[in-house]
């Protein structure tokens, strides 16, 4: 695969969580296989006792060190970084990496965004006000509801309908309308970035049985069925409402590319149960290229960067490879 000629943007995250260790193992990795070059925007002083740090002012010198040093474009933390023990002070720079990675993004300076577990809880304390990534993602691009996530794994595509909301409020927030519209987005960048020119949606049901012909709820024949029909009418190649609890079976995967699925937790308990170490959190529906590993901030295990890393980089790198490979995908080097 040819290396894009913009490096990605990798953001700080929480700096009291596995992010800084990540993203040294990660560049420790990377750094001479031709593929992946990013610059962390992130506070080199928790970095550069344990990897070679370039201070860069522009994502544009990236490129020219990334080979014998980890490019750094400094976000400063306001408080002391203790590894595993958050501080609300932090959350200023946490927040103003993903804006800057975004607007480096959108200005073409950049190739994707990549980003580094946030606590959600932390950021909301100091108060923040979206529930993630994915939706402050939206709000920065200016399109707030278009925001669709996809969770990759080499065994399974998962993209949930509804997402950060309790249980409760997602089946207020299912409709057909909705169904069709997450669909169609999935579908389009299936073929967009992933190159499968004529996608296969597996289409899951809500309730047991997927409802059991209305003996155990309705929503399939009253909302997802609908759907269903829509898409097919324009010309989208899916089937279901399938039951939610075989539809990840190992024979049933192999005949679709992603799952549509009603809940958050539908989505991700299959992906993250099959191959945690590997899954990669894709924002679509947006003007830019961001990826995300699947975990979160792992409080428990964070500790100071040094020359190993306690952490699995799995899911950070197999995030990297595929913001490379989308954008790629985007600049016509792959096909
Ligand atoms: N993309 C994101 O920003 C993102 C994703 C998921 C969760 N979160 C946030 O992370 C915080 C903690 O969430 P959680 O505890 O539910 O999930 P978590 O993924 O942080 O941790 C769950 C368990 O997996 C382990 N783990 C996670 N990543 C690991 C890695 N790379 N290597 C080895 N072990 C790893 C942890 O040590 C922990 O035992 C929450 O505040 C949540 O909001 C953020
Ligand atoms: N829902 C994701 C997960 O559980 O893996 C995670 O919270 C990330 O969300 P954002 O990318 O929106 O931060």
């Not at 800084?20 to 193992?25: G, K, N, Y």
């Not at 577990?117 to 920065?140: D, N, R």
């Not at 899954?279 to 190993?308: C, K, M, Q, Y």
């Amino acid at each position: 695969m040819m290396r894009p000629s913009r490096p990605l943007a990798l953001t700080l995250g929480d700096p009291a969580g596995i992010g800084p260790q990540l993203t040294a193992q990660a560049w420790r990795s990377l750094r001479h296989s031709g593929e992946g070059t990013f610059f962390w925007l992130g506070d080199p002083r928790l970095i550069e006792v344990a990897v070679p740090v370039t201070r860069i002012e522009t994502p544009e010198e990236a490129d020219a060190v990334f080979a014998v040093s980890l490019p750094v474009l400094p976000v400063l933390c306001d408080a002391a970084v203790i590894p595993g023990q958050p501080h609300p002070r932090n959350a200023a720079a946490t927040i103003s990496s993903i804006r800057l990675a975004v607007e480096y993004v959108l200005a073409g300076r950049a190739g994707g965004v990549v980003t580094n577990p946030i606590a959600k809880h932390v950021l909301a304390a100091a108060g923040f006000p979206y529930p993630g990534h994915t939706e402050f993602l939206a709000a920065l691009c200016d399109m707030p509801g278009e925001e669709i996530m996809m969770l990759v794994s080499p065994q399974l595509r998962v993209v949930p309908v509804t997402v950060h909301v309790s249980l409760r409020k997602a089946l207020e927030m299912l409709t057909t309308d909705r169904i069709v519209s997450v669909a169609e987005t999935a579908n389009a960048a299936l073929k967009r970035d992933f190159g499968i020119l004529t996608p296969r949606l597996a289409i899951a049901g809500l309730n047991p049985h997927a409802g059991e012909q209305g003996l155990m709820g309705e929503e399939e024949i009253t909302i997802i069925r609908p759907a269903i029909e829509k898409l097919r009418a324009r010309g989208i190649d899916c089937l279901g409402p399938f039951p939610p609890d075989t539809m990840f079976s190992n024979t049933a995967r192999p005949t679709y590319d992603v799952a549509i699925c009603m809940y958050h937790d539908q989505a991700l308990i299959p992906l993250k149960t099959l191959d945690m170490a590997h899954g990669v959190n894709v924002t679509l529906g947006l003007p830019l290229i961001r990826t995300s590993p699947d975990h979160g901030t792992a409080f428990d295990i964070a500790g100071p960067v040094t020359e190993t890393c306690r952490a699995d980089v799995s899911s950070l790198l197999a995030a990297i490879r595929l913001a490379d490979g989308m954008s790629a995908y985007r600049e016509g080097k792959k096909s």
